[in-house]
């Protein structure tokens, strides 16, 4: 089959592998569309430290068409979105409803649940992206990263629930609990940043203030109806910009959707003193933070999330539900489509700004 290998930073080709099998837990999935994410683009940066050489993407979405034993609740022909977040349903976390933080799914081995690979080219080893691997067009996943999606979901639509805009909606809507007739401040307005700002505005916030160094892409958070307010941030003091916009105080909520050196502090200082900050964007492996303690001393919130904070087979189904009910316009982020031979020129217009947000379509 082919597949999107990445064998080193920069190192980025699609490549004829061997054809994967399912084993206990496991299914296997043709592909049909994958979201084109920035997380992946830590990895081919070398940001973040994966194992080579490795297949990317990590929001597949596809038809079952082999499952191994042991698999329960997948069956073959279902329509699936695959997760990053895959709870084991046993371990301290999990059992306190807090499946994102699951101990039994370690992230960034680059191997299956049982610590082997499934991947292989001509006997070599190749290791796989968050269990998934779904740069291909066949991905072997373990039964608890896969959640059955309605038969007449759009797969090219809602395959980036898988991770980026899950992310967004569920940064707003579950780990933040955006409150009716408020206002948030998103800094970053990529993909999950315009996700944050649909879940905010579903929510009920009225005033969203969307910012972003290109401010093309800000004003298309206004022009889709996510944002309210946006903020050019390379030609604007940002802070004294969202003042004025929420009568002096700061924003009810804020989000930083960029996570690169000053963008969090920003979002702080852009808040009110009560108000909740949640950090989602890792653009970079490692950011440090300097914050006041007066900041925090003024009962400002701040924690982050992964995955939205969700529970997959709870809230994926939900999602893809007011998607369909046009209540979350999932298909508003999406701009450009391509196809699995195009990957690398994918991650490059992602890494250059020129995209919102791109899918990947296979043949179905």
């Known amino acids: 089959m082919r597949a ?23 299914v296997k999935i043709k592909i049909v569309a994958v979201g084109v994410c920035h997380t992946d683009l830590n990895f081919t940066s070398g940001n973040v430290p994966v194992p080579f050489p490795i297949v990317l993407g990590h929001e597949g979405a596809g038809v079952v068409v082999e499952v191994g034993p042991q698999v329960r609740s ?16 046993e371990c301290f976390q999990c059992l306190r409803d807090d499946p994102a933080l699951c101990e039994g799914a370690p992230m960034f081995t680059g191997k299956m649940l049982d610590g082997t690979t499934r991947l292989s080219k001509g006997g070599e080893p190749i290791h796989t992206l968050h269990f998934q691997g779904s740069y291909a067009e066949y991905a072997v996943v373990p039964e608890r990263f896969v959640t ?6 759009p797969l090219e639509i809602v395959c980036g629930l898988a991770c980026g805009v ?6 707003a ?26 879940g905010a505005r579903f929510r009920g916030a009225t005033t969203v203030i969307a910012v972003d160094k290109l401010a093309r892409k800000a004003q298309k958070a206004v022009e889709l109806g996510f944002a309210t307010h946006a903020i050019d941030a390379s030609t604007t003091d940002v802070v004294k910009a969202v003042q004025e916009l929420t009568r002096g105080r700061g924003a009810d909520y804020g989000f930083d959707a960029v996570g690169v050196p000053g963008t969090l502090e920003q979002t702080i200082a852009s ?3 009560g108000a909740t900050v949640v950090v989602i964007g890792r653009a970079m492996g490692s950011v440090e933070l300097r914050v006041e303690t007066s900041a925090l001393l003024r009962h400002r919130t701040l924690t982050g999330t992964f995955g939205g904070s969700v529970h ?17 316009n999932l298909a508003g982020i999406l701009d ?16 250059h700004g020129r995209v919102t947000r791109g899918v990947i379509v296979l043949e179905k």
Request: charged residues 25%.
């Open 4 to 26: 999107v290998v990445c064998r080193g930073p920069g190192k980025v080709a699609v490549e004829e592998i061997d054809d994967p099998k399912p084993l206990a837990g496991e």
């Open 166 to 171: 899950t992310t967004g909606l569920g940064a």
């Open 312 to 328: 997959p087979r709870r809230h994926l189904p939900e999602f893809v539900e007011l998607c369909m009910q046009g209540r979350l």
């Open 271 to 273: 808040t009110r003193p």
């Open 148 to 153: 059955k999606v309605r038969d007449d979901a």
């Open 336 to 351: 450009t489509r391509y196809t699995l031979d195009e990957a690398p020129r994918a991650l490059d217009d992602l890494h």
């Open 74 to 89: 997948i069956r073959v022909g279902d329509h699936v979105v695959c997760s990053i977040i895959g709870p084991c349903e």
């Open 173 to 198: 809507i579950h780990r933040a609990q955006v409150l009716p007739g408020s206002s948030a401040v998103v800094i970053g307005s990529g993909g999950v940043g315009l996700s944050t700002m649909m």
